[in-house]
Structure formats: C-alpha cells, structure tokens
C-alpha cells in the first residue's frame, strides 16, 4: 500500500508536477500557448521535469510516441488550447501502435466556448475516440485520482493514450491535498501481465509439437510485451523460424540462425514471404494481422490450407482476419513464459529437427546487394546507402523510418543484431511526416546515435523542427532520400491503376542542403556510391546535428519490397528488388 502524505496545500499547476514526478517522468514533450502559462510558471520554478520544446504540435506528439516505444515508459504530451488539433496524428499512431501517451491539453474555462471563446472547441468529444480516455479536471482536487487513472489506464491491458484537458483556471487554484501519491506499477508498461487460459496454452503447445514447418510472426506487441527473450527461447526449444512485422522488427536478433526477419507487404523479401506461405502453422504473437503486414491478407494463402494460433493482449485482435485453432488471451512475455516451463516439464526433449536460417538469408541479401541494377540517371541506389548503413550502424543506434522509399529499404536489408526496439516506424496509421519528429523523441531516450530516414514527401511537413534537433545538441542524422515526388502514390498509380502520368504527385526542386545549414546541420549530398560509406561514416561519428541528401529514384523506377508493387513489376518488365 502506497504511503499517503500528510494534506498539502498547492495550486493546480503545481499538483501536476508533482505528481508526474511521483510518476517518475523525466521529459515532456509540448510548446507553449497562452492556456499554459500558469502552468509554465510553476514549472520553471519548482521542477526539473525537462520539457522538450518542438515548433509543431503535430512534431510533439509524434515525438511523445516514439519515446514512449523505446523507455518502455508511458510518455506525456502537453499542448495548448489553439494547438490541440495538431496533436491527432501522433495520438492516432500511439492508439492504434497500442503506446500509452499521457495528453495534457490546456484549455479556456469550460463552456466558454459556447461563448465563442477564442480556441475553444470540444477537446473531450474530438480525442475520446482515438483514446482509451479522455476526461476533464474541473477542480484541483481531483488531479491526483485523475492522473492516477490516466497512468493505470494507458500501461494496463492494450496500452493507448489518456486525454486529459485542464482548463486554465485549473493551474492557479488551490486546494488541500490529502492523496499526494502514484501507483508505482503503472510507471512503466506494461503494468500488468495476465497468463492466456492454460488449458489454451497447453493446446497450443499440441498444435506446435504436431506441426511440420511452423512459423512465429511476431507484431510490435511482441516488443511493447518485451518479450525478446522468451520468445527466443520457445524458437529455440521448438527450432520455429520467427518472422516480424515492419513495426515488430529486432524482436529477436536478426542473425539468429531461426531469424526469418520481416515478413509482409512492407518490406519482406521473398524468401521470407515465401516461408511462412508455406508454413503449415502460423503463431501470431502481439500481431493485429494488418494489412501492411499481410500484403492485404494474401500473404499466407488459402487460410484453410493452414493452422493460426493467436496470442494477444487485446482480444479484438484474436481471429480477426485468420480463422484460429487456439486463440490466448494474455500478455506475450507473461504467457510464452508459462508455455516455455510447461513444455520443459512436459516435454523436455521434444526432437524437432535443427532449422538454420543462415544461409537462406545471405543468398538472399545477397542477391539483392549484388544486383547492380542500373540506377536512372543522377540517383543513387538505396540498396547501397542500407547495406553501407548496415555495415557502420552501431549496436546502440536508433533507426527512424516512414512510409515510403525510405523506410522500405531499411526494412528489408537493416540486420539488427541485438533484440529490442530500435527500429521505430509509423506502420499503424502510416501519416507523412513521422521519422524526423520520431527521432527528437529517440535522441531523448538514448545515448546512442539516432539515424532518421526521411522522403522529401515527408520532410516538407516537418522542416521548422530542425531547430529542435539542432538545439537539443544529441546524435541525430536525417537522411533524406529524395526524389522531388510523393513517390509512393506514384508508385501505386502507375504500377496498380496503370496510370501513365499520376496526377498531383511530384513537385518542385528544393535546395535541401541550403535549408538544412542554415539550421546549424552539417551537411553533405551522396552523389555517387563511393562517396557512401565516408559520408554516413563522418555524420554517425559527429555528435551534433547531420543532414545527408541522397537523389533515389522513385518506386515506379526501381520497385522496392512491396510484393503487390513486384508482381505487378514481372508483368511489366521493370527492374525491381525483392
């Protein structure tokens, strides 16, 4: 049981500092706006809680979801009344990548809005579909139970984002506080660890034993669970091949002998896409078998041909789009831990056949990094600029990515060689302008370097924060990969609609390298193959603020690891790589 303090008598603003610091938070995420600055006053003078200032809402939310992915820790985000529409991309993201981002959003006194109060709008009404809550502190009494609440909600069961909106009058009224207290539990996530109904577990183990070519297909669940280890262990007792999801990637080693690596329509190789269509059984692990993980569900083939086992969190996600045998209701380590001790007392010699892995992949990585497609003119190959960054990439980097040709490439051919989350992209709701904002995020929750993989379809939405990066002194290397386009719509017009010019999608040159020193970066444009390798060299070796400009071609040039995209290359003869 918690000790409760003796009642004290402090104002709003400063009962919410306190009580994120009983919380053990250490950063906020926001930027400032007149509904906060009651707030900021006290803030400035009573706590060390560092607040993490970006130029855009939109940048600090997304920046709030991908600290909270690597902590392990729920993340708080703070914006002002005027700002607080900016805030949905990110919050969309953290509720469908299943991440708990505590949401402070300040606001006028309640129903002035109805007066037509300037910035007014119904916070509640706008967030409560794109959060587990979303509630209102309409007196300062209740801010300790209401943060409580916001903790325990966002960390237990399926993590998501809390909203809570605090009108301005909040921070500078007093009241007596007798509940001066957090529940340490839900500090970190997740908070709590049911274990699937055993009788499933045991079932699922008979499935497995009785299977010829099983396959895991671990979802990032499997990485917000912190699973690495015994999901390892159960491949290993089993010699089941594992698979992930783009957002599920280094859930174990991707060298391990039984690493399939990614698998699924953004990203996979063909080899790997291959297996698990072959498999006989499935185990989804942490996955809501979406589409981009599925290459729209055609990936594993006829589903009657074929056994699925489900183990999941969030019970929605069980059976949804696959048929299963076995579906377990429970956290990924807690319940994988329960079935690894039951199959060493049961069967602690279960035979399976040794798999290795090994060289499967290199035949297939290196088919793909000795291909020496010819690139169109004045672009450089993304195959050559991951398979250098692959070389170069130290063990404690974060690797920021978005949908596009920049994420694609690294998807498929980064190897990380430690299990865990460092490698953060957007493949939940998928929004332009995600990689840059995700690593101000990253460069506060580790000491390693962050290398942030951007398109200039993404980098547009995002250049004002630059200043952040370059204020916040860390590590970081955005890497754009540009091709003057929105190339993926590009991509998808031309390849699957058979549109001969699509419409709306490429735009102007920009002076990239011009924009970025003057933000203070250090600069430098790949222009040649040779000149890779000393170029991500020198950036990921400075400790300041770095900005490479790489021309790639776009996707209906040269089609990455999309298995639509390639098909539909094969038909027409054009140079792909998968």
């Avoid at 119904?122 to 794109?130: P, R």
């Avoid at 290397?477 to 386009?485: E, G, P, Q, V, Y």
């Avoid at 190339?487 to 735009?507: H, K, N, Q, Y």
């Avoid at 020198?538 to 690891?561: C, L, R, W, Y």
Wanted: charged letters at 20%; proline letters at 7%; hydrophobic letters at 40%.
């Amino acid at each position: 049981m918690p000790t409760i303090p003796d009642p004290t008598r402090m104002n709003g603003a400063q009962a919410l500092l306190r009580m994120l610091e009983l919380h053990g938070v250490t950063h906020v995420f926001g930027l400032p706006g007149e509904t906060t600055i009651g707030w900021y006053k006290e803030w400035r003078a009573h706590s060390d809680i560092e607040f993490v200032l970006t130029r855009d809402e939109r940048t600090a939310s997304f920046a709030a979801e991908a600290y909270a992915k690597i902590t392990g820790k729920p993340a708080v985000l703070e914006a002002p009344s005027p700002g607080v529409t900016h805030c949905t991309p990110g919050i969309t993201e953290a509720f469908l990548s299943s991440v708990p981002v505590i949401f402070f959003s300040s606001d006028i006194p309640i129903n002035q809005d109805k007066k037509h109060g300037l910035t007014g709008v119904n916070q509640t009404a706008l967030y409560e579909s794109i959060c587990k809550e979303s509630f209102v502190i309409s007196n300062a009494r209740d801010i300790p139970f209401l943060v409580r609440r916001a903790f325990r909600v966002a960390t237990s069961g399926r993590p998501a984002p809390v909203h809570i909106r605090v009108p301005i009058n909040i921070f500078g009224e007093e009241a007596e506080l007798s509940d001066l207290y957090a529940e340490p539990e839900y500090s970190t996530y997740p908070a709590h660890r049911p274990v699937a109904d055993h009788d499933k577990i045991r079932a699922a183990i008979d499935v497995l034993l009785s299977a010829s070519k099983p396959a895991i297909v671990c979802g990032q669940g499997a990485l917000i669970s912190q699973a690495s280890d015994i999901v390892l262990e159960l491949a290993e007792v089993l010699q089941i091949p594992v698979g992930t999801t783009t957002p599920g990637k280094g859930t174990i080693p991707e060298d391990h002998p039984l690493a399939l690596r990614v698998i699924g329509g953004r990203g996979g190789m063909e080899y790997s896409n291959q297996y698990v269509h072959d498999a006989d059984v499935i185990f989804f692990i942490g996955s809501n078998t979406d589409s981009a993980a599925t290459d729209h569900w055609k990936l594993y083939g006829d589903p009657r041909t074929k056994t699925f086992l489900h183990l999941d969190i969030a019970e929605a996600h069980i059976g949804n789009n696959f048929p299963v045998e076995v579906g377990m209701v429970g956290d990924a380590r807690a319940s994988l831990t329960y079935m690894v001790e039951l199959l060493k007392e049961n069967r602690p010699d279960p035979s399976r056949p040794t798999v290795d892995l090994t060289q499967i992949k290199k035949t297939a990585l290196d088919k793909v990094f000795k291909s020496n497609i010819p690139m169109p003119e004045g672009t450089v190959s993304p195959v050559k600029l991951s398979q250098v960054l692959d070389q170069l990439m130290p063990d404690d980097a974060v690797v920021t990515s978005e949908p596009g040709v920049s994420a694609i490439y690294p998807s498929a051919l980064l190897t990380f060689r430690k299990a865990g989350r460092r490698y953060i992209t957007n493949y939940s709701m998928g929004a332009l302008g995600y990689s840059v904002p995700a690593a101000i995020g990253a460069c506060h929750s580790t000491d390693g370097p962050v290398i942030s993989f951007t398109g200039d379809g993404s980098f547009g939405f995002v250049i004002g924060d630059m200043e952040t990066i370059k204020r916040s002194g860390k590590n970081v290397t955005i890497i754009l990969t540009r091709n003057d386009s929105f190339g993926w719509i590009r991509g998808e017009a031309i390849l699957l609609d058979d549109v001969d010019a699509p419409w709306s999608t490429d735009f102007g040159g920009v002076d990239y390298l011009k924009v970025a020193d003057a933000f203070g970066f250090q600069t430098a444009r790949i222009a040649t193959e040779a000149e890779i390798k000393p170029t991500l060299a020198h950036a990921i070796s400075n400790p300041g603020a770095n900005f490479i400009e790489i021309m790639v071609p776009t996707q209906d040039k040269i089609v990455p690891f999309v298995p639509s995209w390639v098909r539909a290359a094969r038909v027409k003869n054009l140079p792909h790589f998968y």
